[in-house]
């Protein structure tokens, strides 16, 4: 529409102020609040100078047990890498994170063996609500060419999502996660408030596009939510008999 050749009364029916005419470009620049300063990693992957620092290649001091809540995780940690200790069960953060940004990264052994979900299997659950396998799971697999069931492969929110594609590479590699989590929320009756939502990108790919979670993870069911606050993030030791996988670079940004 050209407003030079439109009248004062079509300007009104239109709902269009005539003060549009005495506005200045600076009347909508802001200048308050200003964004804090991060500094970026120095490479693809590496964490931001506001970052948690999960796992850097030392020692477990971020993990505990997660059946024995205060006893020290007992995962493997050589030569700056994390690998899955399944006779220990599965281990968790000590801290408690409420919305996040988190960045970790992962590589199934070359000389795998197994087959569907018996192949390179683990998790990392987005919010861990008990013990055990409780809480949000986004699936570990090889899914480079390992055929299971696809809202069970690698990328998917396990038994809920399909990833929207298959980005995994093979076997032997390291592949990372990046996601975007937004926890529930819940009424003071338990009910929930706000369903979690959550955005992953495996190996740089949009693999769920801000998925809306229809509640925790279940292996028999269909899942459903129960309250809780702020939770622990997870990462599961599957009780499968394929050799373990490995962690590392592991970081989180708390989402104000």
């Known amino acids: ?146 055929k299971t069931y696809t809202n069970g492969q690698a990328g998917s929110i396990y038994k809920q999502a399909i990833p929207i594609v298959n980005p995994a590479l093979p076997v032997g590699e390291w592949q990372f996660y990046d996601i975007i989590w937004h926890a529930p929320t819940f009424n003071t009756d338990g009910t929930v408030d706000k369903k979690a939502n959550v955005t992953v990108l495996f190996n740089g790919v949009l693999v769920q596009d801000h998925y809306e979670l229809t509640g925790e993870t279940r292996y028999i069911g269909k899942p459903y939510y129960k309250s809780h606050g702020k939770s622990a993030i997870k990462l599961q030791a599957h009780g499968d008999k394929s050799k373990p996988l490995s962690y590392r670079n592991i970081w989180v940004r708390n989402i104000p």
Do not use: C
């Not at 300007?11 to 200048?31: C, H, R």
């Not at 995780?73 to 690998?83: D, M, R």
């Not at 008990?130 to 390992?146: K, M, P, R, T």
């Open 1 to 146: 529409m050209n407003l030079k050749y439109v009248g004062l009364s079509s300007l009104f029916m239109l709902g269009i102020s005539t003060n549009i005419f005495a506005q200045k470009p600076e009347d909508t620049e802001v200048y308050s609040p200003v964004p804090a300063k991060v500094t970026p990693g120095k490479t693809i992957g590496s964490a931001p100078s506001d970052a948690i620092q999960l796992f850097n290649g030392t020692d477990l001091s971020q993990w505990e047990d997660v059946n024995k809540p205060g006893q020290p995780a007992n995962w493997i940690v050589s030569k700056g890498i994390l690998t899955v200790n399944k006779q220990e069960g599965n281990i968790q953060t000590k801290e408690k994170f409420g919305n996040y940004q988190l960045h970790l990264e992962w590589k199934i052994p070359k000389d795998i063996d197994g087959t569907g979900q018996a192949r390179g299997n683990s998790g990392v659950f987005l919010a861990s609500t008990g013990d055990g396998d409780n809480g949000y799971e986004l699936q570990i697999l090889d899914s480079y060419d390992n």
